[in-house]
């Protein structure tokens, strides 16, 4: 468990999100371990399920054998899906035993970070698939054919939209020399939303790279847009960075233009110092990017986000930011 | 408390269905032929299939009248309750289930006599959801009583030499209620300025309002009478931000440019009553939502009763 | 020092007793009912029973010195479990002799009691004060009254400036002296009470507590005892409001809509401090009717949620208890009873919405009602009916009352239980040829279908409707409906368990009561038994569907009478024939369910019942020859 004291800031500005996910976890895990008890319960196990369900008031009024008899709970499930819920239940358990750190991951050495988020959220693809089989389960609709994969780990590639709604977010803890912004883009979508603590010297302005019109991007070095982070219903990408990066938000929500999008609280200047694999060229790439992107078009220098522009053709705008984007993610012709 | 909620269906859908229109179709309407109903009932029905909306997500709450009859039409959930209450459902049913796609039709009647202070109320809690007034300025159901919004004059069953009030004006009082975010009028004959409008509604977060001006060819035949037949009548209000309707510049040449964030605008627009207006009054995404400030974190059972053996402990001897 | 101190008392005079009755009254703002709740939870810990309730005045800022104002608290401390307010009340302490008045003239204060006095006022510069003084006096002369008084005040100046704020700990200091409360554990209530103030507060109030005790050593003839029994269980103290807002947290619920109505608002009061940290909202509707329909969404949508009002609130619900019904959406209602009809008594105790429960709502429209009778039952009863609302599919409605609301006594802490809690919601695909209703032609039960199902995709309706929820007028249609509705209140009560009697099985009379009475029924006909009447009492929790076998149980009794806190004619008063009476409602309820000819005795004095009263009602009503 790292101690930075930024990786608590990052999930507890997630912690809506994340006691969502816990709760279907361990909700789901509950359901799946009375079903498999009562599989096995005799009238008079029944019975006392019923009283306990009634409560202390019911005690010596309600009949809890007449009660239980009157309301069967469950359905008895054949061997095949017993099993599955077995299996379902091992990963819950396991999931819901991570606690918060269920949303943790950390970029470990010779690893990468698109990688390591992409195993972290098998795993949480595999919860989503331990969920369904409980549900399925308990409603005697578990076909081995059809179901079992679901408690394969999927890759965040093969979800389909619908769980890519419910992506669990993550922090992950990352060194600055493995901050390669590129990676993030394949989990931009749904709602998934992810939050770097970025670790020792990093290159000032990776984020930029990641801004698309509908992805919230956030740099921050002290928390700063963490909370309008976790009220977008979009996909969202963050880093918390070390002091003397660019902050900036990119809030798809403020406006149509990228420069009404788009705040820039602070843009370091050249010279830049390499890290890792970043050259310093590289770097000012970014930064000017950044500065571009802000900046008001037709406009004399105005401040970044600045009302009252001078109207621009909205299609001419927005062609001039999708083949920008398209030239540097490096995906042409598929917009 | 909506994560398992939303998750099942992820498996139904998981060779991505494509609803067809009639996919959203119920019982058979049975409102009479000419209603102005039907026209809204299809274009809600475009709507849901148009954004793809799955039908077991999406919930018709209404509450008593002819208007109040569109869930039964639509296979979607659907609650049809009480004469003038169908806002406070709606808002338990967007508050305990905030995942749910939530449109309420409500009649004049319904929205602004009986539910008045209702619609007040939701308007300023602005929770998210499409709420349609169809308003054809008469008590339909109940056969031809007048209502607020009954046009002053008009011999009704309950004022026989004529309707006593100016008719009460829904949009001036939607934009005077603090906290309102979304307020538009539409007409059901002018089906595409319809589903644009119920379009700009439904995409809007935040509790839209919708008046509908709705023909009752039974009770009030003659009410928007000349409005359908002689198009200057009409105003429509446009802006990129709001509704536009291409196909209509040719028939209501008369239009406005109009920013529907501009709320004392929109509130001197309300008022000028010669000419129909039709458009987004008023529209503010940046309003509060109760629903978002009342969101709290699901807990498990397990966690309910640690926290809730400490609160015992405030108690304790 | 003080006028009233004598020189060098005679040791002072124990009274050893089973129970005793103590008040602290003082305009409101003097801090009167921080030193009874303490002295009460003091007196809970060291192992008595205690019942304690407010006195609180109708008005929100009354004028000072005025009857009207007295605002304070009653604690009633036994040495076994207390479970009613008891009778009159034996010890006193008032800061003036206006609020003891009204205390007075409502017949609060035993024959014999010891009123402790402010004096103060006798010695006022205003003429008219020592004036009312004086008449005050007179008035309470007509009694046997032993009244002492104290120049509180002037003994608090004697360590701190402002005596107004602070009496009240010099009077829990006397209070500590004479009924010997440990002051330890007093101090320890004290450090807590003021757990947000500064640590002078703090020390002033120990101070001024210490030299109350002190002066009443000195200066007060009588110690009173009652033994204590310390408890083997753990325990907690709250009021019956307290309990049903940590029992709906305890039910899994998650939404209580309410709009604010006396004597109910406190349960919103608790649970919206602390909902939110359990996954639970309150919200607060425009209005009574919005607050049930929110509920009734939220329910309809998702899990139960509850609403929680009092007598005028319930009228406006009404239409939308109907919908509830009609839909067989689950919902619990509690309503937290007062005085009626219309605002009525707002903060005093009723039990007369009970036939307005049941039968309030238009057309046919059965529906379960409960009633705690005890402050525990307020918290294990948000349990059952979250549960039976959820089962059977159909409206709840909890009827507790002001008595209960107000009155703060001990019981067992509960042992949680996560089966308590509402399973997360199913949202698996309905089953091929699910309907909305798919009523079991036999019981009427049906299962359940929230909106987010796939497959599903019901309009539920208010209108008549068949089992597919299709609006159907025809006859059979609703005749069956009707049925299945109705038929869910016959099944519960299948499941039901008979009452049992408490006291012999059978005998001369039969009190049945139902809600707060019970404390204060069983403690009457305890003393009628020992005035050996043949007297037993029963008392229901379930008035929809009612418990079973009554009638057997009626049966073994000569005669059976109801006990209720709502209006009924006396059998002798003017114009009153047997056939025009109006009736007690349970006993309008029994007489319709059993065919027995149950009498009734009901009081509305806006007050709970003191067991002397029934005691009197008891021996007025056991058969002649009846007893021995
Ligand atoms: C509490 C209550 N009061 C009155 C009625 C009778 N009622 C049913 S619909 C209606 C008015 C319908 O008019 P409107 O709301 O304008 O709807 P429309 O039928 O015109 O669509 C009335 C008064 C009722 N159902 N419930
Ligand atoms: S009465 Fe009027 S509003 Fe009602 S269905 Fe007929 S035409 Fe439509
Ligand atoms: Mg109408």
């Given at each position: 468990?790292?101690?930075?004291?930024?990786?608590?800031?990052?999930?507890?500005?997630?912690?809506?999100?994340?006691?969502?996910?816990?709760?279907?976890?361990?909700?789901?895990?509950?359901?799946?371990?009375?079903?498999?008890?009562?599989?096995?319960a005799?009238?008079?196990?029944?019975?006392?399920?019923?009283?306990?369900?009634?409560?202390?008031?019911?005690?010596?009024?309600?009949?809890?054998?007449?009660?239980?008899?009157?309301?069967?709970?469950?359905?008895?499930?054949?061997?095949?899906?017993?099993?599955?819920?077995?299996?379902?239940?091992?990963?819950?358990?396991?999931?819901?035993?991570?606690?918060?750190?269920?949303?943790?991951?950390t970029?470990s050495?010779?690893?990468?970070?698109?990688?390591t988020?992409?195993?972290?959220?098998?795993?949480?693809?595999?919860?989503?698939g331990?969920?369904?089989?409980?549900?399925?389960?308990?409603?005697?609709?578990?076909?081995k054919?059809?179901?079992?994969?679901?408690?394969?780990?999927?890759?965040?590639?093969?979800?389909?939209?619908?769980?890519r709604?419910?992506?669990?977010?993550?922090?992950?803890?990352?060194?600055?020399?493995?901050?390669?912004?590129?990676?993030?883009?394949?989990?931009?979508?749904?709602?998934?939303?992810?939050?770097?603590?970025?670790?020792?010297?990093?290159?000032?302005?990776?984020?930029v790279?990641?801004?698309?019109?509908g992805?919230?991007?956030?740099?921050?070095?002290?928390?700063?847009?963490?909370?309008?982070?976790?009220?977008?219903?979009?996909?969202?990408?963050?880093?918390?960075?070390?002091?003397g990066?660019?902050?900036?938000m990119?809030?798809?929500?403020?406006?149509?233009?990228?420069?009404?999008?788009?705040?820039?609280?602070?843009?370091?200047?050249?010279?830049?110092?390499?890290?890792?694999?970043?050259?310093?060229?590289?770097?000012?790439?970014?930064?000017?990017?950044?500065?571009?992107?802000?900046?008001?078009?037709?406009?004399?220098?105005?401040?970044?986000?600045?009302?009252?522009?001078?109207?621009?053709?909205?299609?001419?705008?927005?062609?001039?930011?999708?083949?920008w984007?398209?030239?540097?993610?490096?995906?042409?012709?598929?917009? | 408390?909506?994560?398992?909620?939303?998750?099942?269906?992820?498996?139904?859908?998981h060779?991505?269905?494509?609803?067809?229109?009639?996919?959203?179709?119920?019982?058979?309407?049975?409102?009479?032929?000419?209603?102005?109903?039907?026209?809204?009932?299809?274009?809600?029905?475009?709507?849901?299939?148009?954004?793809?909306?799955?039908?077991?997500?999406?919930?018709?709450?209404?509450?008593?009248?002819?208007?109040?009859?569109?869930?039964?039409?639509?296979?979607?959930?659907?609650?049809?309750g009480?004469?003038?209450?169908?806002?406070?459902?709606?808002?338990?049913?967007?508050?305990?289930?905030?995942?749910?796609?939530?449109?309420?039709?409500?009649?004049?009647?319904?929205?602004?006599?009986i539910?008045?202070?209702?619609?007040?109320?939701?308007?300023?809690?602005?929770?998210?959801?499409?709420?349609m007034?169809?308003?054809?300025?008469?008590?339909?159901?109940?056969?031809?009583?007048?209502?607020?919004?009954?046009?002053?004059?008009?011999?009704?069953?309950?004022?026989?030499?004529?309707?006593?009030?100016?008719?009460?004006?829904?949009?001036?009082?939607?934009l005077?209620?603090?906290?309102?975010?979304?307020?538009a009028?539409?007409?059901?004959?002018?089906?595409?300025?319809?589903?644009?409008?119920?379009r700009?509604?439904?995409?809007?977060?935040?509790?839209?309002?919708?008046?509908?001006?709705?023909?009752?060819?039974?009770?009030?035949?003659?009410?928007?009478?000349?409005?359908?037949?002689?198009?200057?009548?009409?105003?429509?209000?446009v802006?990129?931000?709001?509704?536009?309707?291409?196909?209509?510049?040719?028939?209501?040449?008369?239009q406005?440019?109009?920013?529907?964030r501009?709320?004392?605008?929109?509130?001197?627009?309300?008022?000028?009553?010669?000419?129909?207006?039709?458009?987004?009054?008023?529209?503010?995404?940046?309003k509060p939502?109760?629903?978002?400030?009342?969101?709290?974190?699901?807990?498990?059972?397990?966690?309910?009763?640690?926290?809730?053996?400490?609160?015992?402990?405030?108690?304790?001897? | 020092?003080?006028a009233?101190?004598?020189?060098?008392?005679?040791?002072?005079?124990?009274?050893?007793?089973?129970?005793?009755?103590?008040?602290?009254?003082?305009?409101?703002?003097?801090?009167?009912?921080?030193?009874?709740?303490?002295?009460?939870?003091?007196?809970?810990?060291?192992?008595?029973?205690?019942?304690?309730?407010?006195?609180?005045?109708?008005?929100?800022?009354?004028?000072?010195?005025?009857?009207?104002?007295?605002?304070?608290?009653r604690?009633?401390?036994?040495?076994?479990?207390?479970?009613?307010?008891?009778?009159?009340?034996?010890?006193v302490?008032?800061?003036?002799?206006?609020?003891?008045?009204?205390?007075?003239?409502?017949?609060?204060?035993?024959?014999?009691?010891?009123?402790?006095?402010?004096?103060?006022?006798?010695?006022?510069?205003?003429?008219?004060?020592?004036?009312?003084?004086?008449?005050?006096?007179?008035?309470?002369?007509?009694?046997?009254?032993?009244?002492?008084?104290?120049?509180?005040?002037?003994?608090?100046?004697?360590?701190?400036?402002n005596?107004?704020k602070?009496?009240?700990?010099?009077?829990?200091?006397?209070?500590?002296?004479?009924?010997?409360?440990?002051?330890?554990?007093?101090?320890?209530?004290?450090?807590?009470?003021?757990?947000?103030?500064?640590?002078?507060?703090?020390?002033?109030?120990?101070?001024?507590?210490?030299?109350?005790?002190?002066?009443?050593?000195?200066?007060?003839?009588?110690?009173?005892?009652?033994?204590?029994h310390?408890?083997?269980?753990?325990?907690?103290?709250?009021?019956?409001?307290?309990?049903?807002?940590?029992?709906?947290?305890?039910?899994?619920?998650?939404?209580?809509?309410?709009?604010?109505?006396?004597?109910?608002?406190?349960?919103?009061?608790?649970?919206?401090?602390?909902?939110?940290?359990?996954?639970?909202?309150?919200?607060?509707?425009?209005?009574?009717?919005?607050?049930?329909?929110?509920?009734?969404?939220a329910?309809?949508?998702?899990?139960?949620?509850?609403?929680?009002?009092?007598?005028?609130?319930?009228?406006?619900?009404?239409?939308?208890?109907?919908?509830?019904?009609?839909?067989?959406?689950?919902?619990?209602?509690?309503?937290?009873?007062?005085?009626?009809?219309?605002?009525?008594?707002?903060?005093?105790?009723?039990?007369?919405?009970?036939?307005?429960?049941?039968?309030?709502?238009?057309?046919?429209?059965?529906?379960?009602?409960?009633?705690?009778?005890?402050?525990?039952?307020?918290?294990?009863?948000?349990?059952?009916?979250?549960?039976?609302?959820?089962?059977?599919?159909?409206?709840?409605?909890?009827?507790?009352?002001?008595?209960?609301a107000?009155?703060?006594?001990?019981?067992?802490?509960?042992?949680?239980?996560?089966?308590?809690?509402?399973?997360?919601?199913?949202?698996?695909?309905?089953?091929?040829?699910?309907?909305?209703?798919g009523?079991?032609?036999?019981?009427?039960?049906?299962?359940?279908?929230?909106?987010?199902?796939?497959?599903?995709?019901?309009?539920?309706?208010?209108?008549?409707?068949?089992?597919?929820?299709?609006?159907?007028y025809?006859?059979?249609?609703?005749?069956?409906?009707?049925?299945?509705?109705?038929?869910?209140?016959?099944?519960?009560?299948?499941l039901?368990v008979?009452?049992?009697?408490?006291?012999?099985?059978?005998?001369?009379?039969?009190?049945?009561?139902?809600?707060?009475?019970?404390?204060?029924i069983?403690?009457?006909?305890?003393?009628?038994?020992?005035?050996?009447?043949?007297?037993?009492?029963?008392?229901?929790?379930?008035?929809?569907?009612?418990?079973?076998?009554?009638?057997?149980?009626?049966?073994?009794?000569?005669?059976?009478?109801?006990?209720?806190?709502?209006?009924?004619?006396?059998?002798?008063?003017?114009?009153?024939?047997?056939?025009?009476?109006r009736?007690?409602?349970?006993?309008?309820?029994?007489?319709?369910?059993?065919?027995?000819?149950?009498?009734?005795?009901?009081?509305?004095?806006?007050?709970?019942?003191?067991?002397?009263?029934?005691?009197?009602?008891?021996?007025?009503?056991?058969?002649?020859?009846?007893?021995?």
């Amino acid at each position: 468990m790292p101690s930075d004291p930024r990786v608590a800031q990052a999930l507890s500005a997630l912690a809506q999100p994340i006691a969502e996910f816990r709760a279907a976890v361990q909700g789901a895990l509950a359901q799946a371990d009375a079903f498999m008890a009562a599989q096995t319960a005799d009238a008079a196990t029944l019975a006392s399920h019923a009283a306990a369900q009634l409560g202390v008031f019911a005690k010596s009024h309600v009949d809890p054998a007449k009660f239980a008899a009157m309301f069967p709970t469950v359905a008895t499930a054949d061997k095949e899906s017993q099993k599955a819920l077995e299996k379902a239940a091992t990963i819950l358990r396991r999931v819901a035993a991570q606690g918060e750190d269920m949303a943790l991951a950390t970029v470990s050495d010779g690893r990468k970070l698109g990688a390591t988020i992409d195993t972290a959220l098998a795993g949480a693809g595999q919860a989503f698939g331990a969920i369904i089989i409980t549900e399925l389960v308990r409603g005697s609709r578990y076909k081995k054919a059809e179901h079992e994969k679901l408690l394969d780990p999927t890759e965040f590639r093969a979800w389909n939209n619908a769980e890519r709604r419910f992506a669990p977010p993550l922090v992950v803890v990352v060194n600055g020399a493995d901050l390669h912004a590129g990676a993030l883009l394949d989990f931009a979508d749904g709602r998934e939303k992810i939050v770097l603590v970025v670790e020792g010297a990093a290159p000032p302005a990776a984020l930029v790279r990641c801004i698309t019109p509908g992805t919230f991007v956030l740099q921050t070095v002290d928390g700063t847009g963490l909370d309008r982070l976790a009220g977008y219903e979009g996909p969202a990408i963050a880093a918390l960075l070390p002091e003397g990066a660019a902050t900036f938000m990119h809030d798809p929500t403020a406006g149509k233009e990228p420069w009404q999008r788009l705040t820039v609280p602070f843009l370091p200047s050249a010279p830049f110092k390499a890290v890792g694999g970043f050259s310093a060229w590289q770097m000012e790439q970014d930064v000017k990017m950044l500065a571009d992107l802000a900046r008001t078009p037709f406009a004399v220098p105005a401040a970044p986000g600045a009302k009252g522009a001078p109207a621009l053709g909205a299609g001419e705008a927005v062609d001039r930011i999708a083949s920008w984007l398209l030239e540097t993610s490096g995906i042409k012709g598929t917009a | 408390m909506s994560y398992t909620c939303g998750m099942l269906p992820v498996l139904d859908q998981h060779e991505d269905h494509h609803y067809e229109m009639s996919e959203y179709e119920g019982a058979k309407a049975r409102w009479c032929p000419g209603c102005g109903d039907h026209s809204i009932l299809t274009a809600v029905q475009r709507l849901l299939a148009a954004e793809q909306l799955a039908p077991e997500q999406t919930m018709m709450v209404s509450g008593i009248g002819c208007s109040s009859r569109l869930p039964h039409y639509m296979k979607t959930y659907g609650f049809h309750g009480l004469h003038g209450r169908a806002l406070p459902v709606a808002t338990g049913i967007k508050l305990h289930r905030p995942e749910l796609t939530v449109f309420v039709t409500m009649g004049d009647g319904d929205c602004t006599s009986i539910g008045a202070g209702h619609w007040v109320h939701a308007m300023r809690y602005n929770v998210d959801m499409t709420a349609m007034l169809l308003d054809n300025g008469i008590y339909g159901l109940t056969k031809m009583q007048t209502s607020p919004t009954t046009p002053q004059g008009f011999k009704s069953n309950t004022q026989p030499f004529g309707t006593l009030l100016p008719p009460l004006n829904p949009l001036e009082i939607a934009l005077g209620v603090t906290n309102a975010s979304f307020v538009a009028q539409t007409a059901e004959w002018a089906p595409s300025h319809l589903y644009a409008t119920l379009r700009a509604a439904y995409k809007h977060k935040g509790f839209s309002f919708v008046r509908i001006l709705q023909r009752c060819p039974v009770f009030t035949p003659a009410i928007y009478q000349k409005a359908v037949q002689d198009p200057a009548r009409i105003q429509l209000l446009v802006h990129d931000d709001g509704v536009v309707t291409p196909d209509l510049e040719k028939i209501y040449k008369s239009q406005l440019h109009h920013d529907p964030r501009d709320l004392a605008a929109a509130r001197s627009l309300a008022e000028q009553t010669e000419t129909i207006k039709l458009g987004v009054f008023y529209k503010n995404p940046s309003k509060p939502r109760y629903e978002e400030s009342r969101r709290v974190a699901p807990r498990t059972p397990a966690e309910r009763i640690a926290l809730l053996e400490k609160e015992f402990a405030r108690y304790a001897v | 020092m003080s006028a009233s101190a004598t020189a060098a008392p005679a040791p002072p005079k124990v009274l050893r007793v089973p129970e005793h009755t103590v008040e602290i009254v003082s305009d409101s703002g003097e801090g009167a009912q921080k030193c009874g709740q303490i002295f009460a939870a003091v007196s809970a810990k060291m192992g008595n029973g205690v019942w304690t309730v407010e006195l609180i005045p109708a008005e929100i800022q009354p004028p000072p010195r005025v009857p009207e104002g007295a605002s304070g608290n009653r604690i009633r401390v036994g040495e076994n479990a207390v479970t009613n307010w008891g009778d009159r009340t034996d010890l006193v302490i008032a800061f003036n002799e206006q609020v003891l008045l009204a205390r007075h003239r409502v017949d609060a204060l035993a024959d014999d009691a010891l009123l402790l006095i402010e004096d103060k006022w006798a010695r006022s510069e205003d003429p008219d004060i020592v004036a009312q003084w004086e008449a005050a006096l007179k008035e309470l002369s007509s009694k046997h009254y032993r009244i002492i008084p104290v120049a509180m005040e002037d003994e608090c100046l004697t360590i701190v400036d402002n005596p107004r704020k602070g009496k009240n700990m010099f009077a829990l200091g006397m209070l500590a002296r004479i009924y010997g409360r440990d002051m330890e554990l007093i101090k320890a209530q004290i450090a807590y009470a003021f757990r947000k103030k500064s640590e002078e507060v703090y020390t002033q109030n120990v101070a001024l507590l210490e030299l109350g005790f002190h002066w009443a050593e000195d200066n007060i003839d009588i110690r009173v005892e009652i033994p204590t029994h310390a408890s083997d269980k753990p325990l907690v103290v709250m009021n019956g409001n307290e309990a049903i807002a940590m029992g709906s947290i305890a039910s899994g619920m998650e939404l209580c809509a309410m709009y604010p109505i006396t004597p109910a608002t406190s349960v919103s009061h608790l649970l919206s401090e602390v909902f939110e940290r359990f996954g639970g909202i309150v919200h607060q509707a425009e209005d009574e009717i919005a607050a049930v329909g929110v509920a009734i969404g939220a329910s309809y949508a998702g899990k139960v949620a509850f609403t929680i009002t009092s007598g005028p609130g319930m009228a406006l619900k009404t239409e939308f208890l109907g919908l509830a019904v009609m839909t067989e959406t689950p919902l619990v209602l509690v309503n937290v009873q007062r005085g009626g009809p219309s605002t009525g008594l707002p903060t005093k105790v009723e039990q007369s919405d009970m036939l307005a429960a049941l039968y309030g709502q238009t057309g046919d429209s059965p529906h379960i009602v409960m009633a705690p009778a005890t402050i525990e039952e307020c918290f294990h009863i948000m349990i059952t009916a979250r549960r039976l609302a959820e089962t059977f599919r159909t409206l709840v409605m909890v009827l507790s009352d002001a008595n209960l609301a107000t009155g703060v006594s001990p019981y067992p802490t509960p042992t949680l239980d996560e089966a308590w809690q509402a399973a997360p919601l199913d949202l698996a695909p309905v089953k091929e040829g699910q309907k909305a209703y798919g009523w079991n032609k036999e019981t009427g039960l049906s299962e359940r279908i929230i909106p987010g199902r796939p497959g599903g995709m019901f309009t539920l309706t208010g209108l008549a409707h068949d089992d597919r929820s299709k609006v159907a007028y025809s006859s059979d249609i609703h005749q069956h409906s009707s049925a299945m509705r109705s038929r869910k209140m016959a099944v519960l009560q299948s499941l039901l368990v008979p009452p049992t009697v408490y006291g012999d099985a059978s005998g001369d009379l039969l009190v049945v009561g139902w809600g707060s009475t019970k404390g204060a029924i069983e403690e009457a006909v305890d003393r009628a038994r020992k005035e050996g009447l043949k007297v037993s009492s029963l008392h229901l929790r379930f008035l929809s569907p009612l418990e079973p076998g009554l009638k057997d149980i009626f049966k073994r009794f000569k005669k059976v009478m109801t006990v209720e806190i709502n209006y009924s004619d006396e059998p002798d008063d003017p114009y009153i024939t047997e056939e025009n009476r109006r009736r007690g409602q349970l006993s309008i309820l029994l007489r319709n369910a059993t065919l027995v000819d149950v009498d009734c005795w009901g009081r509305v004095p806006g007050e709970p019942l003191r067991p002397m009263s029934i005691v009197e009602a008891i021996r007025g009503r056991v058969p002649r020859g009846g007893a021995k």
